[in-house]
């Protein structure tokens, strides 16, 4: 039987319980590390003369984020930005083959700026960073070049190494070339167009089962 809302939660609840005590608690201890769940959420993105955007910036909810708009407007371009900034290759995103593709026409540099969110128990380096992290990636057209710039809450520049991006992702669980956490358009028309039943029934299955447990 399903209910909805608080009733199904606290009628689910009672019946694991009395039936099922240890998984009662297991349960509980999942909610309750989704509901604290504070790190490695983005906060905002800033795209400087990337692709086709000159200046946008996007503030993100901690929840579900949709971002619309007509064709060519630059929705991807967030979704790439994100990509980039988190140290993925420009291959995987298939919108440029190179770094120095992203850069908007006519200019000589584009950066991104991704903040995320640095809180609770499974912060990374509170001491350092405090609650927010911002990684900063700077393009440049003449070699294809870039840099990083990984700053603190108060806006402290802590270090410069693409190695600490790295250690940052692999802390908060992120993983820009993985299509199970940033999925392309273009991997996602393949996905469909060339999968049987079976396969796209078997991932959907798994997608949902680790957005359960």
């Not at 700026?113 to 609770?120: A, I, P, V």
């Not at 057209?141 to 991006?165: F, H, L, Q, W």
Request: glycine fraction near 8%.
């Amino acid at each position: 039987m399903l209910m909805d809302g608080d009733d199904y939660d606290a009628t689910e609840a009672q019946f694991l319980a009395a039936t099922q005590p240890g998984e009662a608690q297991a349960r509980a201890q999942r909610r309750q590390q989704l509901d604290c769940a504070s790190s490695g959420i983005i906060q905002s993105i800033v795209l400087i003369n990337f692709m086709c955007h000159r200046k946008l910036q996007v503030n993100f909810g901690p929840h579900i984020n949709f971002v619309i708009g007509h064709n060519g407007s630059g929705k991807s371009a967030v979704l790439t930005g994100i990509t980039i900034c988190l140290g993925g290759k420009a291959s995987s995103t298939n919108r440029a083959s190179n770094l120095s593709g992203f850069i908007r026409a006519g200019e000589a540099a584009a950066e991104i700026s991704l903040t995320l969110k640095n809180q609770g128990q499974d912060a990374y380096m509170p001491d350092q960073y405090g609650d927010a992290i911002t990684i900063v990636r700077r393009i440049a057209k003449e070699g294809g070049s870039s840099g990083y710039k990984i700053k603190s809450a108060d806006g402290k520049v802590v270090s410069t190494r693409r190695d600490d991006v790295t250690a940052i992702c692999d802390h908060m669980q992120l993983q820009p070339d993985n299509p199970m956490i940033i999925l392309s358009q273009d991997n996602a028309r393949q996905f469909l167009s060339s999968s049987t039943p079976a396969q796209r029934y078997s991932v959907c299955s798994w997608a949902f089962l680790s957005l359960i447990y």
